[in-house]
């Protein structure tokens, strides 16, 4: 009988599938261009390396959705121009952070983290400060949108019977009598993210409290989120993400590769264990092909994607990060074929300072003592800013399944109120007085004055 195959390689830069997908059909396309044909027995089996890497096709690319469509998170249907929305915040995130790193490092973001935790943040922002949060924070959303959606993913990640998730948040806040959270922030908090609240002296034993907290929430997949505390900051806002899925379908004996090749972005060659097996779902995305495989109980997916032969990795990454909004559509949307896959078991780990990021993508005034406007969020006298949003990711690939933990912490820090700037020019030349006083309590120890000066 004749079957047509497809094979797909993933690269080391692999994109982790966000938050659960609800499966959107797509018209059917017209045909499939050098589509390879081949005559083979219905049950003789065709997963060695050599078989998986001849039967590589080039794919049309789906059909996007229109914006009509809704989607339904957790029995909360949202608008496709929502999700869309949030992809582009997404993808541009983690573009954004590869472009800073070198090439030849693995780049992992979570940016559901990312996105809770400055989520979050942005209840408590006003004024441009909102502005600039929505726009990249939210790809647009306004901070009601943007709440409505995160409430629904992170219930419905809690909520998950077929994955284990996690998905925790807390506010952290100095109770040194400086500020007080306002009410209304703390209502938003807890209804559309259910964060925990802790007041805490913001000590050596506090910076244990929120590691463990954040250990605790990952299953020690993240032992650490912060190495000190700042003496400035005033308020911490921590999301924390633990997900481990199993595959749904379970690797054979046969598909488990030893000992072969994997080469690097500097060329060089490493050996590594390849899983092969055979998908039902791919994309097209730009210059790149992409496979998608399911987790047990069909409501999480791994997504891998590889770009075709000739484009360099870090240059599809860029033109991913300028067409960011169409990534959740192109997932959504994959076609059905028989996909031949192989990839690599690999665990990597990744920590950034993500402010350099969000500055350069747009969020500027939030970072700026002088601007920065969280009038919603604390009652202060002294300006509120973010002083720091600390990012860290781990992952595990194999042939059982996916463990993979995030945590996000956005430092606020405290800055005293700026003295006005003004010049000042007193010269002694003329009758004057003068006076030693006692500096707290402005009390003159000596008093006098000068009306003559002699030669």
Not at 310 to 329: M, Q, R
Not at 362 to 376: E, H, L, M, R
Not at 412 to 435: H, N, S, W
């Amino acid at each position: 009988m004749k079957r047509r195959y497809v094979a797909l390689i993933l690269a080391l830069d692999i994109t982790l599938a966000g938050c659960g997908q609800k499966q959107v059909s797509a018209e059917p396309a017209d045909e499939m261009v050098q589509v390879i044909e081949e005559e083979i027995k219905e049950n003789e089996p065709t997963d060695s390396m050599e078989d998986i890497m001849s039967k590589t096709i080039k794919i049309k690319a789906p059909e996007k959705t229109s914006e009509e469509d809704v989607i339904s998170i957790n029995d909360v249907t949202i608008d496709n121009k929502l999700i869309g929305s949030l992809s582009r915040s997404s993808v541009s995130m983690f573009a954004e952070t590869a472009t800073k790193t070198d090439e030849k490092e693995n780049v992992l973001i979570a940016p559901t983290s990312l996105i809770m935790a400055l989520g979050m943040t942005e209840n408590g922002a006003a004024g441009e400060t909102l502005q600039q949060m929505e726009d990249v924070v939210n790809g647009g959303l306004s901070v009601e949108e943007a709440d409505q959606l995160l409430r629904a993913l992170h219930l419905k990640m809690n909520a998950s019977e077929s994955a284990e998730w996690n998905n925790a948040n807390s506010i952290w806040f100095k109770d040194d009598g400086m500020l007080s959270l306002k009410e209304d922030f703390v209502s938003k908090a807890t209804y559309f993210f259910g964060a925990e609240l802790f007041s805490a002296s913001f000590d050596e034993g506090t910076l244990k409290d929120i590691n463990k907290w954040v250990s605790d929430q990952t299953k020690e997949r993240i032992p650490e989120i912060l190495d000190s505390i700042s003496p400035d900051a005033c308020t911490y806002l921590i999301n924390a993400i633990s997900f481990d899925a199993k595959w749904a379908e379970e690797y054979k004996e046969s598909s488990v590769h030893e000992n072969e090749v994997f080469t690097n972005a500097d060329g060089s060659r490493s050996e590594v264990t390849m899983l092969s097996s055979k998908e039902e779902r791919y994309f097209e995305f730009g210059d790149a092909l992409g496979f998608v495989k399911p987790y047990i109980g069909q409501e999480y997916s791994f997504v891998g994607i590889l770009p075709n032969e000739g484009t360099d990795v870090s240059e599809y990454i860029s033109w991913l990060g300028e067409n960011a909004e169409g990534f959740a559509g192109a997932v959504r949307e994959s076609d059905y074929a028989d996909v031949y896959v192989t990839m690599p078991e690999f665990t990597t780990e990744y920590g950034t300072e993500m402010s350099a990021v969000l500055k350069s993508m747009g969020v500027t005034d939030a970072f700026d003592p002088g601007k920065a406007d969280f009038s919603n969020m604390v009652e202060s006298d002294n300006p509120i800013a973010i002083d720091r949003v600390i990012h860290k990711t781990y992952i595990k690939v194999d042939r059982n399944g996916t463990e993979a933990a995030a945590a996000t912490a956005v430092e606020m820090r405290v800055y005293a109120v700026a003295p006005m700037e003004k010049q000042v020019t007193i010269d002694l030349d003329r009758p004057f007085i003068y006076a030693i006083v006692e500096n707290e309590t402005g009390l003159p120890m000596f008093i006098g004055c000068i009306n003559t000066l002699n030669d």
